[in-house]
Structure formats: structure tokens, C-alpha cells
Nanobody
């Protein structure tokens, strides 16, 4: 199983980016997918998730600014990030879970597979 995250970069505050996470080696349509992020010196935190059925979930800090989506035909999950803030700077990781429990959707230990991360840097 491989998860390949891409799309990170340097962007000014207020700008936008779209992250992609292309997967292989798993039956993508059956997996819940999520994005987490980790800033320097901080713990990994939940950003957003989308279940196999399409239900979406967001951290309060990104609600209304970020949108998660999936394309089962391309085995890919996306994170559209708008109105980026300095505090969004982090390494963003995608993750996959086959048996995700809704109550644990924000718990990184519930995910079976992880991508390598992509750096997002927001400048002033």
C-alpha cells in the first residue's frame, strides 16, 4: 500500500492550495481517508476526513476554509485549502482507514496507512 501526498508549497496568507493524495495497493472506495498536519514542536492534529460513503468532517480551525473530496476513479483524495493563515503552516499527511469508527475519526492511531507528508508554508 502506498499513499503519495503532493501539492504543498509556499503561499501567502489568504491564498489557496490543493493537496492531493494518490493511493495504490488498496481498494480505495472502501477506505475512509483523512488529512492530518504537524507543525514544528507540535503534535500531529486532525484536519479533515471523508468516509467511504462521502460524509465529511473538519477540525474547527479549518471549517469553512478547507474542503475535502475524493475521486474513487483516480484513487485520490484532495484537500482544497482557501484563505490560508500563518497557523496553517505544517507538514500535511494523508491517511487511510478501512474500519474507521466515527467517534475515533480524529485519532491518528485509528488509521492504517500514511503518506509521507507534504510541506505547506504560509507566509505573511
Amino acid at each position: 500500500v502506498q499513499l503519495q501526498a503532493s501539492g504543498g508549497g509556499l503561499v501567502q496568507a489568504g491564498g489557496s492550495l490543493r493537496l492531493s493524495c494518490e493511493t495504490s495497493g488498496l481498494t480505495f472506495s472502501r477506505y475512509s481517508m483523512a488529512w492530518f498536519r504537524q507543525a514544528p514542536g507540535k503534535e500531529r492534529e486532525f484536519v479533515s476526513a471523508i468516509r467511504s460513503g462521502g460524509s465529511t468532517y473538519y477540525a474547527d480551525s479549518v471549517k469553512g476554509r478547507f474542503t475535502i473530496s475524493r475521486d474513487n476513479a483516480k484513487n485520490t483524495v484532495y484537500l482544497h485549502m482557501n484563505s490560508l493563515k500563518l497557523e496553517d503552516t505544517a507538514v500535511y499527511y494523508c491517511a487511510a482507514s478501512r474500519t474507521l469508527i466515527l467517534s475515533s475519526i480524529r485519532t491518528f492511531t485509528q488509521y492504517d496507512y500514511w503518506g509521507q507528508g507534504t510541506q505547506v508554508t504560509v507566509s505573511s
